[in-house]
């Protein structure tokens, strides 16, 4: 499998989940589109890559099951996407917007953002904390969302309006890479008479058998750049019709924006067709994507086998590390392709972002291979990939390297112990200067 | 090119061999250099303003910085694209005049950086942002998405029509500096958009002096300098502009996807953010760094760093072929000449016989009856776009002040020739479109006043029924084929 990919051969990639990976097949499909875009830039670019991106448009509404193609639009990225969607809300006094503390680092400060500017609507997050279940995520959504609205109620009272309620909801969580049960938690959103925007980043290709009609969120996006294999950088962008009000204009806004009071027809594909002169091919090369998948045997039979090689190697990592994977007391019910499994450090270690940059150099460089590493709930993670190059293997050798490691970083940074002693001692100094 | 063995980062000069081509001596301006370029067999492109054109030695390039990122992208996204793109910033930054290497960001293109400045002020209530009825569409409808959806922003548009003066103009943006001011609320404020070259028609405009009228009436001047940068030579630092963003891959010579935004010290409290927000946001106040926006233009979404990146090369490519001086000598002066040969041929005129707005694109006038250029006609637009094409030639057309134009753009691959070729065939074009408008069915709503007032409401599927082949809906455009007269795209009709 290796060699549909144009890896560096001494380079293990385990980390296909952060940046995608372009097949070499698909980057030998899309050449002819290249060679178009220069042998005629004109006609390319106002005929012939509009008609094209039309064609794959209606191709990808149906792989992901919306009910109708002018339904779906392609955008650079997920966060461009996303903040697409944020961007065009009209926010005002007393609106909530509600991202998790397991959000993309880059939407939770689009939040932020939002809320630092006027009108300042209010940045709520909701907690995940790993280890923890399905079950108790969809409880602890509704209890949230309620909280969420006696909030809001409260406000209506004293603004003598209504304000809105905003959710982002990760489809699949980034760090660390996990399923949520995301349609469980849109439904509640509607209950809730709560907006659900997803972030569906990771679930294109990786998620099988999407259908947004059936989910109904009330917007999606996700990047296909990711694990669909198209060339970075490609994303699709899902407003269902009902919605398409709220998104006024894209960025950059097109010429073909009206004005919201004169606009007496739909206009959003139009508007998403033409933001400024841009790399069109990869937004083409998502249907060269889909047509490589299928030559490989189709989506369920790579996700069966990428979903196997991530709990096999995923057990067989824990196992040589000492630890365990971060679901296995929930049958692995977050798992798809990627898994997560503790890194054996002492309880104290630093949460530092240096350590993360020791395995870089310890792993990405010297050792050339590479997973995500992260800190959450106490305790640093890794994230690996499974792909269809993956194997058993890759996760014992990583193993091995993690293991060598760990133990280099401790005698470099230390565990924590005397950080953490000081801390104490701290505190209970300051417990008895306030006391006197 | 295997992996690294160490954090020892590559700059672009160890990635990228420089190309073999570089030991050989340039050819002169000319047909000389078509083979240095992919255009299909036969193309004249006439029009390297709309979508620039890639020589082939930076196609080269770009696929070798695509196998690099491909190779180990985990190394490429966290470490490796870093050093490379500051020393791209940084070639920009003294190429065009900027103090600093953290005054360039990279962008997508100037629709993309002007968006972003545009959204990153604060608007309220009384606040008045000036744009020209030339100003480039997608930021003509983000000005009036900015007064859509801040109540109380209010929109004040300067009218440019050519044929015109530099000192008319200066005269008249003076007169309407002045009156807005007067008239403006207190505490207001007041942005403006400069084209350093407007699009329609292709114009270089006196900006500097446009953009110190702004300053001295105490106006913020953000220039949109898309076909700038490689046109003309900039000493950013000395412009007095607050903003300035140019496309590379226009006159450049970069892959398309690559644009600069140039953010002086001065300017950088009103950049809060980037669109999409990056993950290295800080908000704004005491622990925010003063660069923070710089880092924030450095990653903020996944993307293909190939165009930005390619940069680097197409500097290589420009030295090569004979340096900045040389190339401007060249364009203006075939412009200048090209501009008096199409206006012989279509027994017509020039936009600006005098020069005093032409570098390397010309305006001249089309062959079409008064009668039909009366009002905006979106059906005309789109048959002169398709009947170019079907010619296998191009060059921009554009409706202004009640006539119908091109807009030519002078190139290192062109010659005088081109210009007599492009002539004839919008003479034989242009009397085609009047007879078979003569009889055709043209929808009203295809017409407007103006192209301002179309561009207001714009549509799509207009048909102009071509009575002898009685097309009825519009068919499909493939690859290999252009449907002539009778199939409308707003789309065809609006980009430059």
């Known amino acids: 499998m290796r060699e549909c990919f144009s890896f560096d051969p001494e380079y293990i990639n385990m980390n296909h989940g952060s940046y995608g990976s372009l097949p070499s097949p698909v980057a030998e499909a899309i050449k002819p589109y290249y060679a178009l875009a220069e042998a005629n830039p004109d006609l390319f670019h106002r005929f012939t890559s509009i008609d094209l991106i039309r064609n794959v448009r209606e191709r990808m509404a149906k792989f992901i099951g919306a009910a109708h193609a002018e339904e779906v639009v392609f955008v650079p990225n997920a966060s461009h996407g996303l903040n697409t969607i944020l961007r065009d809300f009209t926010w005002n006094e007393g609106d909530i917007i509600c991202s998790c503390n397991t959000s993309y ?30 079950t108790k995520i969809i409880q602890d959504w509704r209890a949230y969302l309620q909280s969420l609205n006696e909030t809001r109620a409260q406000s209506a009272r004293e603004l003598g309006r209504r304000p809105k309620i905003v959710a982002i909801i990760d489809s699949i969580i980034s760090v660390p890479g996990a399923l949520l049960p995301w349609k469980e938690m849109v439904k509640i959103c509607k209950e809730e008479d709560v907006w659900s925007v997803v972030d569906g980043a990771h679930s294109i290709g990786q998620e099988p058998d999407l259908n947004l009609a059936e989910a109904d969120p009330d917007f999606w996006v996700t990047n296909c750049h990711k694990w669909l294999y198209a060339k970075r950088s490609c994303a699709l962008l899902y407003v269902p019709k009902r919605n398409q009000h709220i998104i006024k204009a894209s960025f950059p806004t097109s010429h073909a924006y009206i004005s919201p009071e004169k606009r007496d027809v739909l206009n959003f594909v139009e508007q998403f067709e033409w933001n400024g002169t841009i790399d069109f091919v990869p937004y083409i090369s998502a249907s060269c994507a889909l047509d490589f998948r299928a ?95 993956s194997q058993v293997e890759d996760f014992e050798f990583l193993g091995e390297a993690i293991l060598e490691a760990c133990k280099e970083i401790v005698r470099e940074f230390g565990d924590g112990s005397e950080e953490k002693a000081i801390r104490e001692i701290g505190k209970e100094v300051e417990n008895l200067t306030l006391k006197i | 090119m295997t992996s690294p063995n160490s954090l020892e980062t590559l700059t672009l000069d160890q990635v990228l061999k420089p190309n073999s081509l570089f030991q050989q001596s340039a050819p002169k301006f000319g047909h000389d250099f078509l083979k240095y370029y992919s255009f299909k067999a036969g193309f004249l492109n006439l029009n390297n303003g709309s979508f620039g054109a890639l020589p082939k030695v930076v196609t080269e390039a770009c696929t070798e910085l695509t196998a690099w990122q491909e190779e180990n992208t985990d190394y490429f996204f966290r470490i490796g694209f870093i050093p490379p793109l500051i020393g791209v910033r940084e070639q920009l930054a003294k190429f065009v005049g900027a103090s600093d290497v953290d005054e360039i960001v990279m962008v997508a293109n100037t629709s993309t950086g002007m968006g972003v400045v545009l959204r990153n002020f604060l608007w309220k209530s009384g606040d008045i942002i000036i744009r020209c009825n030339t100003t480039y569409a997608t930021v003509y409808k983000t000005i009036q998405y900015i007064h859509d959806t801040t109540p109380g922003v209010q929109i004040s548009e300067f009218q440019l029509l050519f044929p015109t003066t530099r000192k008319a103009v200066l005269k008249g943006w003076q007169k309407h500096i002045d009156n807005v001011k007067l008239n403006a609320p207190k505490g207001s404020k007041i942005v403006a958009i400069v084209d350093s070259i407007v699009a329609n028609p292709g114009a270089s405009m006196p900006w500097k002096e446009m953009v110190k009228i702004c300053k001295d009436a105490g106006i913020w001047a953000i220039v949109d300098g898309a076909h700038s940068v490689g046109q003309e030579p900039l000493d950013l630092k000395t412009s007095g502009a607050d903003f300035f963003v140019s496309s590379a891959h226009k006159w450049l010579n970069a892959k398309r996807g690559c644009a600069f935004l140039w953010i002086p010290k001065k300017s950088r409290d009103i950049m809060l953010t980037t669109i999409p927000t990056s993950a290295s946001y800080v908000s704004p106040g005491p622990d925010r760094p003063e660069t923070n926006i710089v880092s924030q233009f450095q990653y903020n979404g996944t993307i293909d760093y190939t165009p930005y990146l390619s940069v680097d090369y197409a500097f290589k490519w420009r030295e090569w072929v004979g340096g900045e001086a040389a190339i401007h000598k060249y364009c203006n002066g075939l412009a200048r000449e090209g501009g008096k040969v199409l206006a012989r041929v279509m027994d017509t005129n020039v936009m600006d016989p005098d020069g005093e707005f032409t570098l390397a694109m010309v305006n001249v006038v089309l062959p079409i009856a008064k009668d039909l250029s009366a009002v905006y006609d979106a059906s005309i637009a789109t048959a002169l776009t398709n009947k170019l094409l079907a010619q296998n030639l191009f060059a921009v057309t554009f409706y202004h002040r009640e006539l119908w134009w091109t807009r030519v753009s002078a190139q290192i691959w062109n010659d005088l020739s081109d210009f007599e070729i492009l002539g004839n065939a919008l003479v034989s074009i242009c009397s085609e479109i009047v007879a078979e408008h003569k009889n055709a069915n043209i929808p009203q709503n295809s017409k407007a006043q103006s192209f301002n007032s179309y561009l207001e409401r714009p549509f799509k599927g207009a048909v102009a029924h071509d009575y002898n082949k009685g097309l009825g809906y519009p068919q499909p455009v493939t690859a290999t084929t252009v449907v002539p007269v009778g199939y409308h795209t707003h789309l065809a009709s609006i980009r430059p």
């Open chain 1, 295 to 389: 030559w490989l045997g189709g989506e369920h039979v790579i996700n069966a086998y990428c979903h196997r090689i991530a709990l096999e190697g995923g057990k067989r990592l824990a196992q040589i590390l000492g630890t365990e994977i971060i679901d296995e007391g929930q049958d692995f019910q977050f798992t798809l392709n990627m898994v997560n499994v503790a890194v054996p450090f002492p309880p104290t270690m630093s949460s530092d972002f240096e350590i993360d940059m020791a395995f870089r150099r310890k792993l990405l460089i010297k050792k050339k291979i590479y997973p995500a590493f992260f800190y959450h709930n106490g305790k640093w993670w890794t994230r690996c990939s499974a792909q269809v190059w």
């Open chain 1, 105 to 134: 680092k880059s939407i939770s400060t689009t939040a932020q953002y939002i809320s630092d500017i006027p009108p300042h609507p209010e940045n709520a997050q909701f907690s995940i904390l790993f280890p923890t279940s399905h």
